[in-house]
């Protein structure tokens, strides 16, 4: 089961695709993929409805060819960020593996469709991808004791793009990294939400990127430095998670931030997957 949200932006309207990948309109249940949905029981009721046959389904493709497809969860209240999670892509940055997670922000309206543009800002010329597991929290998470505990609080897994602009973020940070991350359309996410307890193991899932057709990443999430237990379990301690927030834990090497490749320009083309959650195709193009 995948849930998706079609339609215009800002009009976009919950649908589920069902295990033999038939869409289904998903309104009977929920006005959207929101924080109310995901706390209140939504994947279940999600799954009672289509086993009573209470959906109607919907003649869309559902793959970019038919309706826009939107973020697969409405507009986060957090989107939280894990950097240098992957030990390789710390090297690569110049740094050092962390001892703890790294912690930034992303402004919640750098969340858009899989499909849609990617706007590069004014000013900018060093705009990098980052292809990364998306973390969906279902319940709210404080104090959370264990890794264990915490994968109970995770509603599902997105895929996720964490666009960033290096020299925003390393030259004109002031020693945070936001800057270069928060610019409108930053963070492509989708195509799909799949539900946790249909992801067998999130620390086993393959990440690739792709720019203008050329592959650039390639890797596993076993490769964490931090699992997604972890990460949950440690920004509890700090903050508390509420359903809808989206964590991005990190991205694997293979960026134009190591020198091996060049930074995105106007008119390139991003490609990314992960195992089981999708693929989305971004273009870039000026403000």
């Known amino acids: 089961m995948r849930f998706l949200r079609l339609g215009s932006f800002s009009e976009e309207r919950p649908h589920v695709l069902d295990d033999r990948g038939r869409l289904f309109d998903l309104s009977p249940v929920t006005d959207d993929v929101d924080a109310a949905f995901l706390a209140g029981d939504g994947v279940a009721r999600t799954r009672a409805a289509l086993a009573a046959g209470e959906l109607a389904a919907v003649d869309d493709p559902a793959d970019g ?125 989708g195509p799909w939400l799949v539900p946790a307890d249909e992801v067998a193991d999130p620390q086993g899932l393959r990440l690739r990127s792709w720019v203008n057709g050329e592959p650039r990443q390639d890797s596993s999430t076993a490769d964490m430095i931090f699992g997604v237990g972890e990460i949950v379990r440690h920004l509890s301690q700090y903050l508390t998670l509420e359903p809808g927030d989206l964590v991005i834990t990190g991205t694997p090497e293979g960026v134009a931030l190591s020198g091996r490749f060049p930074f995105l320009a106007p008119g390139d083309v991003v490609e990314m997957e992960i195992d089981g959650l999708g693929r989305q195709r971004s273009a870039l193009k000026p403000a």
């Open 65 to 189: 060819t038919g309706s826009r497809v939107g973020a697969p969860i409405a507009r986060p209240m957090a989107v939280l960020c894990i950097g240098q999670n992957y030990a390789a892509h710390a090297a690569e940055s110049g740094s050092r593996p962390p001892d703890v997670p790294i912690l930034f922000f992303k402004h919640p309206n750098t969340v858009v469709g899989p499909h849609d543009d990617v706007v590069i800002p004014r000013g900018a010329g060093q705009v990098d991808w980052e292809v990364e597991l998306g973390v969906v929290i279902g319940r709210r998470a404080s104090y959370l004791r264990s890794a264990e505990q915490a994968l109970s609080h995770v509603a599902g897994y997105v895929l996720a793009n964490d666009v960033s602009e290096r020299s925003f973020q390393k030259e004109q940070s002031g020693g945070q990294w936001s800057k270069g991350k928060c610019a409108p359309t930053f963070n492509p996410v």
